[in-house]
């Protein structure tokens, strides 16, 4: 009985757990592109099985069909914590050395797309722990694999 009890939880909880990871979707920040939206605007990016949506206070921004995505791109912006550093500076001489040495990381995901004449692109600033995710499920919904932008050589 302890057996079929604990092989039911062992299903029905993660089940339950990505079923709602996938109808809330993920955070995002919008960081550019051609959606009518401010820069930083926080929103949530759900995707479905034919569809990418971006949804801000329960208020659909856009809804592009997976067979438009045209690419998937991904890059990271790598800074110096400076300000914190000379912020710790001011308390802690030797703390805000060692701050100074540190980096920070945000990870940027790209979609471009062209759903008959209309045609788009966005860039969103994702979490550390979700990009990998949002990377995945996209690849999955569109067939279509992520370019890592860091990667590519750009001559002008």
Same mark, same amino acid.
């Given at each position: ?12 909880i993660?089940?339950a ?6 109808q ?27 569809h ?16 438009a995505?045209?690419?998937?791109s991904?890059g990271?912006? %790598?800074?110096?914590?400076v300000g914190a550093?000379?912020?710790l ?12 040495l540190t ?9 471009t ?8 692109g966005?860039a ?5 722990n979700e ?15 992520? %370019?890592n ?8």
């Open positions: 009985m302890k057996c079929v009890f604990a092989l039911l939880l062992c299903i029905s993660p089940a757990v990505f079923g709602a990871d996938a809330n979707g993920y955070k995002v920040a919008y960081d550019g592109g051609s959606l009518s939206t401010k820069v930083g605007t926080g929103m949530r990016l759900v995707i479905s099985g034919d990418i949506k971006l949804v801000k206070d329960n208020t659909e921004i856009a809804n592009i069909p997976a067979s995505i045209t690419e998937i991904y990271q912006d %790598v800074h110096r914590r550093a000379v912020g500076a001011v308390v802690s001489l030797g703390i805000g050395g060692l701050m100074a980096k920070s990381k945000k990870h940027f995901v790209g979609l797309w062209a759903d008959g004449d209309k045609k788009g966005l969103m600033q994702c979490d550390k990009y990998r995710g949002i990377l995945a499920a996209l690849e999955g919904v569109t067939g279509k694999k992520a %370019v932008s860091d990667t590519m050589n750009v001559k002008n």
